[in-house]
Structures are given as structure tokens and as C-alpha cells.
């Protein structure tokens, strides 16, 4: 039982933080320790890794856990959610300078968001906004493209704008 146990912590790297004892619940099943548990902004390195290597081209914006501000900690490389970013666009004429994203391009989703135990998101104007619940319900229903350590599911807008136009 000792050599499952740490056999099961040193197979856990690179995800060691958010590790979970597998006689206990599960590294699957730990995502209900969320808070600090699970994000300590471990996985936002990762999360540029992708889209260098995955998101050909397309924006990422990040729905984060923490009051950091992932454009700056990513050299430019990331882009903060904004609540207008969730609103759906009639068409690429509608587009204000190119602020709103593209059906094609992602949105990187903190676990704790998704469960609602994000802190708020901090807009240009300083207002906090934080991300309506019963929105997040619908998007936990969604299967993500693809997920970035333990921390991010990433979905595309074209599938969070076709949850916000079914209200």
C-alpha cells in the first residue's frame, strides 16, 4: 500500500498540486477540492504552450481563478474575459475593432469559475463582474476541445454564444 501511494503521487507530475490520493477520491474525481487546492496559476505557462502549439492562431481568453491579470503574466500572449466577450456577434461587421472574439477563437475556463467558486473578474473600469451561475451550469454541460493540466477546460465562443442565445 506504501509503494501504490507514492507511486501514485510521482505519476501525478506535472499535476502534483492538484493530486489527489487514489485510496481516498481519485486524481478524476478531485475536482470538488477546488479553491487553492487545485489553482495556484500552475497550469497558465501550460495554458500558453497551447495555444502556441494548438490554437492556430485564435485568440485564448482566460476566465481565471485569481486576481491576476493573465495578459500581463503572459507577455501579451493571453487575453482577460470580459462580459461583453460572452455576448453573442450578428456578424463580423458588428465587431468593435476587433475586441470582441471570433466564434473560432477559445475561452480558457478556471475549475472553480465553472463551479462558481471564481473570484470576480475585474473589467477596465475597475467594476467587478462576476460570471452568472446559471450560465455556467449550461457551459459545465459542454465538452470542452480540450483541457490544459488539472486547472483550464477551453471551449470555443462559437459553443459558449450558441448556450448564451438559448436562454
Not at 507511486?7 to 507530475?13: C, D, F
Not at 501550460?46 to 485568440?59: F, P, V
Not at 491579470?69 to 503572459?74: E, M
Not at 472553480?112 to 467594476?127: E, F, H, M, S, V
Request: glycine share 8%; hydrophobic share 35%; net charge positive.
Amino acid at each position: 500500500m506504501f509503494w501504490a501511494a507514492v507511486t501514485g503521487s510521482v505519476l501525478s507530475w506535472p499535476n502534483h498540486l492538484a493530486y489527489s490520493n487514489a485510496f481516498t477520491i481519485g486524481q478524476q474525481k478531485g475536482w470538488f477540492l477546488l479553491d487553492s487546492n487545485l489553482d495556484w496559476g500552475q497550469d497558465l505557462r501550460r495554458l500558453q504552450w497551447w495555444k502556441e502549439t494548438e490554437a492556430n492562431g485564435s485568440s485564448v481568453y482566460v476566465a481565471s481563478f485569481n486576481h491576476f491579470d493573465v495578459g500581463v503574466l503572459s507577455g501579451g500572449k493571453l487575453k482577460n474575459l470580459l462580459p461583453d466577450h460572452l455576448v453573442p456577434l450578428g456578424s463580423d461587421s458588428d465587431r468593435d475593432l476587433g475586441s470582441k472574439p471570433r466564434p473560432s477563437d477559445y475561452c480558457a475556463i478556471s475549475v472553480n469559475q465553472l463551479r462558481g467558486l471564481g473570484k470576480p473578474i475585474y473589467t477596465c473600469d475597475a467594476k467587478p463582474w462576476v460570471i452568472d451561475p446559471l450560465w455556467l451550469r449550461r457551459v459545465r454541460r459542454l465538452t470542452p476541445v480540450a483541457e490544459v493540466g488539472e486547472t483550464y477546460k477551453i471551449y470555443t465562443f462559437q459553443q459558449l454564444h450558441s448556450i448564451s442565445q438559448s436562454h
